[in-house]
């Protein structure tokens, strides 16, 4: 069949040459820059250089852009709302991201389970209980920083990373105690009911958020998973709690140091920090009536328990129990004195201000 003569005439014109937009070429940003690796490889704060590790005091990035390129237009808005630096900043998150990267463990295969050895049953619904609580509150440790990972903006993405990392550290907990709970031949048990966990979940501000959350709530977790090594029976729950408390070390260093920040950047905030603490330090009295700060009594009966097993004297496992809870305020305490926070001594209840240990001065040897 013929091939029409329009259809020839265009198969034989040359094609006109599309109009191209090569302006992503030259868009004005930093360019020629050589990141180099230091000694732990090529790290966050080695491709902090030149105008990509300029942080904003104030971002106006309302989109996915990543911090250092170039901006476009009628590209809609995402909803960033947390847009000023120091309200979510903390000096060391590039580095703790990292350390957390690289200290990735499994609970599948990194703990040796078969080491667990059968367990008085006493004993074993202690662990159970233990176990049910801190697979509680991990989940809600790794809830909450999930909240603000869309609100910030991507020109402080060091602290979006470290939130993220932290949502894995978290769901790495709550499944190994939750392993731990099924792995012996006892079970989940009872939930601790505590309304104070809710504190953090219904946090407006961020600094509010990680005040209660990684200095407090974190905090005092990491106490329990020191004296969770201390009363482990064999290999497999001493490594749990080691690495766990690992993990959690990175998390109050960040929320430490977000509050250092806040403190030196915008001292006018102080008694507005004080005011959440004020808020959600009685929620650590859920536990205590069972001699540590958790969520219920059964949680520090639990743990009264497994002392009073390590020890072989129940009456020397009470005095531990309460001993431990006293290192859980004292340890809390130096916290907020590291902040920036030390007149948080004076402002604490009573019945916790009555535990804590005198701060001497280094030089005089005499009450600070």
Known sequence: ????????????????????????????????????????????????VGSYGDAPDQSQAHTMRPRGAATRDAVPRLGYFVKGK???????????????????????????????????DRVERAMCQFCTFLTEVEFIAGDVPGQWLPQISNDHYEVKLFLASQVMDEARHLDVFRKRALANGGGLLISSGNAGLRFVMDSKDFTEMSSILHVQGEGLVQSIFRMGEYIATN???????RLAAQDESRHVAFGVMHLKYILDTQPWRREEIHGYLDYAEPAIQGGSAGGVAGGS??????????????????????????????????????RLDVAGLPERRDRIAPQFKMMLEEVLDAQTGTPA
């Not at 329009?6 to 090569?22: G, H, I, V």
């Not at 290999?235 to 709690?241: G, L, P, S």
Request: glycine share 6%; no cysteine; proline share 6%.
């Open 297 to 334: 009594p059964h949680f520090g009966q639990s743990l009264g328990v497994l002392f009073s097993y390590k020890l072989g004297s129940q009456q020397e496992g009470e005095q531990m129990t309460y001993a431990a809870f006293k290192r859980q305020m004292n340890e809390y305490m130096h």
């Open 1 to 48: 069949m013929a091939v029409d003569q329009d259809t020839m005439s265009m198969l034989r014109t040359e094609p006109e040459a599309p109009d191209l937009d090569l302006s992503w070429l030259d868009p004005g940003t930093e360019w020629g820059i050589r990141a180099k690796p230091g000694r732990r490889g090529l790290t966050l704060d080695d491709i902090n």
């Open 235 to 241: 290999e497999a729950e001493k490594r749990i709690f």
């Open 86 to 120: 120091a309200d979510t900043w903390s000096q060391n998150a590039s580095l703790l991201y990292e350390e957390a990267v690289q200290r990735q463990w499994s609970s599948a295969t990194d703990i040796p389970w078969e080491q667990l050895q059968p367990l008085p």
